[in-house]
């Protein structure tokens, strides 16, 4: 391992901490390039926690061989209020395409996941031309919270995840009194709150590796294979006229 943002891991029991085998997932002879994650995470605050928990995750991925990118979240515009070109939703468009595996991060506000989370994912296109960018891939969610322990927040992104056609992950992380729950470095305390965010990481990266090389047979729909026949035998009719 070489990468040391991968190996800053001060509370991790690495003797406990397993690299994933993508042979023992049966997976000889599908794609062998590290898995590509792209993070989300909801807060603009300078001392955010969910940014704060969308760095340990990268951490933590990054250990288990994945390549991680983060979207920073400044700057993006309200859905509908610039065009898809504007430089911040390229970005992030461009990042979703990139990536075959997303964790969202989200505090819990008002019983919800945040409207900047929701913005995010709102200029995520459902189709982009033929495609749907993020149809098939995998996704973790995460929450944190002021308050006591809560799950609005997950239960949410969840309903979106399958919205996006993406393939979200049974475990989840969510975080009560965050401003417990990390140090003045803006690192996690050992807890088993942390433990529960490792298991998250490493559940992704399995399902990722599971899912990535099949994502295209798994999402093979009847309905849309109809439609598109629809629509050549359309095309095709309108030639011969």
């Given at each position: ?18 690299p ?42 990054r ?65 982009l ?26 239960n ?10 993406m ?8 975080v ?6 990390f ?21 992704l ?19 849309e ?17």
């Open positions: 391992m070489t990468d040391p943002l991968a190996m800053d891991l001060p509370n991790i029991d690495l003797e406990q901490l397993r994933i085998d993508p042979a023992a997932l049966g997976l000889d002879g599908e794609p062998t390039h590290p898995p590509r994650i792209l993070i989300l995470y909801g807060s603009l605050r300078e001392r955010s926690f969910s940014r704060l928990l969308s760095e340990e995750a990268g951490r933590l991925l250990w288990f061989g994945c390549e991680t990118r983060t979207f920073d979240p400044h700057g993006l515009p309200l859905p509908d209020e610039a065009e898809p070109d504007h430089p911040k939703v390229q970005e992030l468009r461009d990042l979703a395409e990139w990536s075959e595996g997303m964790v969202w991060v989200s505090p819990e506000r008002h019983g919800a996941m945040t409207g900047i989370l929701k913005v995010q994912i709102d200029w995520i296109p459902l189709a031309g033929a495609k749907r960018p993020t149809q098939g891939k995998t996704l973790a969610v995460m929450e944190v919270s002021g308050g006591s322990q809560s799950f609005n927040a997950v949410q992104m969840r309903i979106l995840g399958r919205w996006m056609r393939v979200t992950i049974p475990n989840q992380s969510s009560p009194k965050a401003f417990l729950e140090d003045e470095a803006g690192r996690m305390k050992p807890s088993a709150l942390y433990n529960r965010v490792v298991d998250v990481c490493e559940e990266v399995k399902f990722t590796y599971l899912v990535r090389g099949r994502s295209a047979h798994l999402t093979d729909r009847y309905s294979r109809v439609e598109n026949a629809e629509e050549l035998s359309r095309r095709v009719n309108q030639r011969s006229i």
